[in-house]
């Protein structure tokens, strides 16, 4: 299997794990001093089209299982993020996965296989200041529920697996994340958005208090890639259930305000 992103937090723990219950698996990493041990390094940058293009001869012709699981934030107000911040995004989120899942996927009809893509809970809830992220999780969302009727005639098995906040290195530096973000505004946009980057300041020291260790996440791509009928999604984390169970039942405004709450977000300018 290739389990990609393998070089630091969910893909790290993801590849490490199945490498030690029997998976042989191919970690995708930036430098293959980065695989974990026991796995064996594929050098893939997802932007890369020629190293997505050889990907297939970098893997065995028998491949039993694709993670997508490599990914990055931009944050800021959509307001102040240039095209160029958008397609970064995109590029990585969306584009480079769905460019791994098409040059392996021959591969993975011929094994009746399973493709998991590691989401979000920001699939399908949008939160300020980090919109752009959250519409590349919606948009791999979308993608993943197509192709998985799609690839019902060859028998291959897509999940979603949908994390809320995760004991990771992206949560730890979280705070020099917005720092940069803050700093990266052109003058206008630092004073429009003061008060909401304040108020993620805060959010994030309660998010790094209450994150998942990343074993949560690792034992749902486990279920996913090993149960006899694997789920469409697996939410991980209660933060992500009482969420996403709030937005089925409040109206719309009042679950506006309850992210606008929860995220700091001025009340008024």
């Known amino acids: 299997m290739l389990v990609t992103g393998a070089s630091r937090g969910i893909g790290r723990a993801t590849a490490e794990r199945l490498s030690q219950t029997g998976w042989t698996v ?5 430098t293959a001093a980065d695989a974990p041990a ?3 390094p ?3 940058d997802l932007t890369d089209e020629a190293q997505i293009a050889s990907l297939a001869d970098a893997v065995p012709d028998r491949l039993d299982a694709v993670v997508n699981n490599a990914g990055v934030v931009v944050a800021g107000p959509v307001e102040a993020l240039t095209a160029d911040d958008l397609r970064r995004q995109f590029e990585i989120n969306v584009i480079g996965q769905i460019a791994v899942t098409r040059a392996l996927l021959p591969k993975l009809r011929a ?3 399973r493709i998991v893509f590691v ?3 920001s699939g399908r809830i949008s939160t300020p200041m980090t919109g752009v992220y959250s519409a590349s999780k919606y948009a ?3 993608l993943a529920d197509a192709m998985r009727v799609e690839l019902r005639p060859w ?4 999940s979603l697996v949908e994390p809320g906040a995760i004991d990771t290195d992206m949560w730890k530096t979280a705070p020099e994340m917005i720092e940069e973000t803050y700093a990266a505004l052109a003058p206008e946009y630092r004073e429009l958005y003061d008060g909401h980057v304040a108020g993620m300041r805060k959010t994030v020291r309660f998010i790094q208090k209450q994150a998942s260790p990343p074993a949560t996440v690792v034992a749902a791509v486990e279920k996913a890639l090993t149960a006899s009928r694997p789920k469409a999604r697996y939410v991980v984390g209660a933060d992500s259930r009482a969420q996403l169970a709030a937005k089925a039942v409040l109206p719309t405004a009042a679950f506006d305000a309850i992210i606008a709450r929860g995220t700091g977000t ?3 300018s």
């Open 26 to 30: 191919f970690a995708g990493v930036r």
């Open 38 to 40: 026991g796995t064996t």
């Open 42 to 44: 594929v050098v893939l």
């Open 111 to 113: 094994s009746r296989g």
């Open 119 to 121: 989401s979000s809970v």
């Open 140 to 142: 791999l969302e979308a």
């Open 155 to 158: 028998g291959v098995t897509i």
């Open 266 to 268: 001025p009340k008024s």
